[in-house]
């Protein structure tokens, strides 16, 4: 045999080629079994993908109808609407707050394993403003929830109730979300607090709130901390003599690009 080849016998016994040989002959035998578990598996394949097309158009979707509501709800009012108008117009506020709900209603109805108490309670906002008890309603059960949008609800049910005079109501709530704040800042919840307070005639309580916002260090040089200075002014001046003094405007301020400034919690 000359040097370098392999014999027929050697091949027959290389271990790959045996390996490939029993493969062959198994594939053969079981070629019914092995067909039938590739079309499942390219059956399973397929539903997959095409789940995951609805389930992929569904959230698009769903995040399209609850933008229409924020365009709603960021909507101008105009009458009569100008010429080429960029963005959305309205030509009353009640028109807004009905286009704004609709939308949302759409959203927490067709949507809700996305949006629905998110939108139920954007929706709600409006609503108070054509059909306020069923938004109360609304807001209601919204506000038992351990939630971010329960802590909103009971804000907008205890600003609800204050504006409409219902001040023993409305501290209710603001003592229960101050418990659990959520994402409502507590600046923002003791300022409503003392502005309940004040309307009923309880000036010590009210002061003391207005106080301990405005002798915030972090709430004094913006709206709500102002706010709650002007307030003490007229209420107890001699108490703004025993606030700290504002911290020193940065020579940088109103230089844009340098960082961000504080939150805007007195909106």
């Known amino acids: 045999m000359a040097k370098g080849r ?3 016998q050697q091949l027959k016994r290389d271990p790959l080629m045996e390996q490939y040989v029993a493969t062959s002959v ?3 035998s079981n ?3 092995i067909l039938k578990w590739l079309t499942i598996a390219a059956v399973v394949i397929a539903v997959a993908a095409i789940v995951w097309m609805i389930f992929s158009r569904r959230s698009n979707n769903a995040a399209e109808v609850l933008a229409e509501g924020f365009r709603w709800n960021e909507a101008q009012v105009a009458n009569p609407i100008p010429p080429n108008p960029v963005g959305y117009y309205a030509t009353s506020e009640d028109e807004k707050h009905r286009k704004a709900y609709e939308a949302f209603t759409k959203a927490a109805n067709d949507y809700s394993s996305y949006y629905g108490d998110l939108a139920r309670y954007y929706a709600a906002t409006h609503q108070l403003f054509f059909e306020p008890e069923k938004a109360e309603a609304t807001l209601k059960e919204l506000a038992q929830k351990d939630s971010d949008v329960g802590a909103q609800a ?3 049910l205890a600003q609800r109730y204050e504006a409409t005079g219902k001040n023993e109501e409305s ?3 603001y003592q229960k979300l101050k418990a659990k704040p959520g994402n409502v800042a507590l600046g923002q919840i003791d300022y409503n607090m003392a502005r309940v307070y004040e309307a009923m005639g309880k000036t010590k309580e009210a002061v003391d ?3 301990a916002v405005a002798n915030n260090k972090e709430l004094r040089s913006i709206g709500l901390g102002t706010n709650a200075v002007s307030r003490l002014t007229v209420l107890a001046p001699e108490k703004v003599d025993q606030l700290p003094p504002p911290e020193p405007t940065s020579p940088f301020a109103g230089l844009g690009g340098l960082g961000g400034g504080a939150p805007m919690l007195g909106r």
Do not use: G, H, I, Q
């Open 26 to 28: 198994w594939a053969k």
């Open 209 to 211: 709130l207005y106080f």
């Open 6 to 8: 392999v014999s027929a």
């Open 154 to 156: 009971r804000l907008a």
């Open 31 to 33: 070629s019914r079994p």
């Open 171 to 173: 501290l209710a709530e």
